[in-house]
Antibody, heavy 123, light 109 residues
Framework: QVQLVESGGGVVQPGRSLRLSCAASGFSFSSYGIHWVRQAPGKGLEWVAV????????YYADFVRGRFTISRDNSKNTLYLQMNSLRAEDTAVYYCARPAGQYFDFWSGFGSWGQGTLVTVSS | QSALTQPASVSGSPGQSITISCTGTSSDVGRYNLVSWYQQRPGKAPKLMIY???KRPSGVSDRFSGSNSGNTASLTISGLQAEDEADYYC?????????FGTGTKVTVL
């Protein structure tokens, strides 16, 4: 079955960097775009970024554009999120999510989710 | 662009039907048939309940249905059950981004 496993979270000081990973299995990873979605403690869901199935297109939420970079390695079935210039407001559980549709049909809905990894930005 | 608006809470008795609204604008909910709904239980990842406004993934109960009218999408839960108690979020595509709703806590009385 579809499995997404995030890792790389932890406590980091403001202004520092962190890289999250999402290991995928149980489906053809190279056929799907993949999203990052976050949730601050006790708050709602927030879309962060998406990358197309082949890595040729990336889209970002305004609040992370220029600071975060989404990438993927299809040979390793792994998605990444490089987070730079971290702020306290970036504190959240970060989920990777596979859309319901394949290839460039990645806006129809988030069909499968990982368990999330917690990022805490604090001095 | 900002978060879509949902009621903070909705409640109902077992067996009843409830409807959760999700209000956006003519640039998101009113423009694209790309509204989805998620159920999230405490400490768990969200679960897709409805996608593309009305479609239900395999394995999701047919007690859950979606619709939209103008700039407002809706999720209806029929035959409310105790297991439906959770937070629910809508989400819409707009301008190469996705926007979630503010979230609704459903309580089964």
């Amino acid at each position: 079955q579809v499995q997404l496993v995030e890792s790389g979270g932890g406590v980091v000081q403001p202004g520092r960097s962190l890289r999250l990973s999402c290991a995928a299995s149980g489906f053809s990873f190279s056929s799907y775009g993949i999203h990052w979605v976050r949730q601050a403690p006790g708050k709602g869901l927030e879309w962060v970024a998406v990358i197309s199935y082949d890595g040729s297109n990336q889209y970002y939420a305004d609040f992370v554009r220029g600071r975060f970079t989404i990438s993927r390695d299809n040979s390793k079935n792994t998605l990444y999120l490089q987070m730079n210039s971290l702020r306290a407001e970036d504190t959240a559980v970060y989920y990777c999510a596979r859309p319901a549709g394949q290839y460039f049909d990645f806006w129809s809905g988030f069909g499968s989710w990982g368990q999330g990894t917690l990022v805490t930005v604090s001095s | 662009q900002s978060a879509l608006t949902q009621p903070a809470s909705v409640s109902g008795s077992p067996g009843q039907s409830i409807t959760i609204s999700c209000t956006g604008t003519s640039s998101d909910v009113g423009r694209y048939n790309l509204v989805s709904w998620y159920q999230q239980r405490p400490g768990k990842a969200p679960k897709l309940m409805i996608y593309e406004v009305t479609k239900r993934p395999s394995g999701v109960s047919d007690r859950f249905s979606g619709s939209n009218s103008g700039n407002t999408a809706s999720l209806t839960i029929s035959g409310l059950q105790a297991e439906d108690e959770a937070d629910y979020y809508c989400c819409s595509y707009a301008a190469s981004s996705a926007y979630f709703g503010t979230g609704t806590k459903v309580t089964v009385l």
